[in-house]
């Protein structure tokens, strides 16, 4: 267990970055929603990326230069399509608020991405590992059911005390905020589904002189030159389109460019060493680094979200947010101890099944 330590530890700093990095996109205002989402794009999914890992690993370029097609084609394509499920965050976000697109956004990505990876690489898996793996996807899912629930209380709440939340809509459009959460958590999996298939191009930065986690880094900038392409693209389309960087004449963009600066940095900050943890677990890292990454943003997410006033007036529906933290605590805990499991712990051999899919490792 002492070995995890460190890497869970950068995973639990990578989750603050990720609860809190949605906190910008309150202040878009009042520039355009298009014009303030390219900033943040180029920030978060090339600059930052960039910058990085050109300071961290030796011959960058040479890396990736070097690595299989497919691991760059896949990669960057799964990118390309978490960039579609990332547009739709900000949207939901608009509509159902921060605290409730974190709980179904972040608890589907983590529950298929950790499916998705247990499938991949079921020829690694320790069997005395599953059900501790089993168990913490199950109080995940619980979680995410707990607070999606609380959500749902909150906005009955305040809805019967005729109160107007800030950036909650009502009725209609609030059911159609969580559809768009819904499917927006389906395809933001597909990222860490990406990363987890990019393995190669890691091995190759540490042939060059990349320490572990640092590999992750160049892995990174493979999968988000196809979510750069996604979402600058879109937001540039918009832009050309509606022909407006600033919507409102009412002052203050460069505060609001400095928050997309801000939230990009803070966005990638939580990928980038989101990554490293998981390098440095080795294997089982691919199935376990995520749902506690995005678990614990969730309870960032939250205390964020109190502190901004999103849970005013929502009385005892409040604690089912709590209870919800709880199972998320009791969920990473169980995930973390599947970790420690080695192949010489278990009694049975390691499972051996044949790769289902083209893109595993």
Known sequence: MNELMLP?????????????????????????????????????????????AIIVVPDLFAVISEAPTNEVVAGATMG?????????????????????????VMGGCGIAATVIALIQGADTIVPASV?????????????????TIAGLKRDKIVAEAGQELQGIKKGAEFRKGLIIAVVSSLLSSLLFVGFNNTGEIGKIAEAHGAIVRNGALARWVVVLLGALVMNAGYALILLAKNK????????????????????????????????????????????????????????????????????????KALNLVFVGVALIVLAAGSLSYAGTFKADDSAAPTIDVPAVSAMTE
């Open 8 to 52: 869970i530890m950068i995973v639990v700093l990578a989750s603050v970055f990720q609860g809190t990095f949605g906190l910008g996109m309150k202040y878009v205002k009042p520039m355009s929603w298009e014009a303030w989402w390219v900033i943040q794009s180029v920030v978060a999914m090339l600059l930052f990326p960039l910058i990085w």
């Open 80 to 104: 390309f399509l978490w960039g579609i499920g990332g547009i739709m965050f900000g949207v939901a976000v608009g509509y159902i608020g921060m605290s409730l697109t974190y709980g179904i």
């Open 244 to 315: 407006k960087i600033i919507a409102e004449q009412t002052g203050g963009a460069g505060k609001a460019a400095l928050w997309a600066v801000v939230t990009g940095l803070l966005w990638f900050a939580a990928l980038g060493t989101m990554g490293q943890g998981s390098a440095m677990m080795g294997d089982i890292g691919a199935i376990i680094a995520v749902p506690i990454f995005l678990a614990l943003s969730l309870i960032v997410s939250n205390i964020a979200a109190m502190i901004t006033g999103e849970w005013k007036g929502a009385g």
């Open 131 to 147: 059900p501790f793996t089993i168990l913490g996807l199950v109080l995940y899912g619980l979680a995410l059911y707990v607070v």
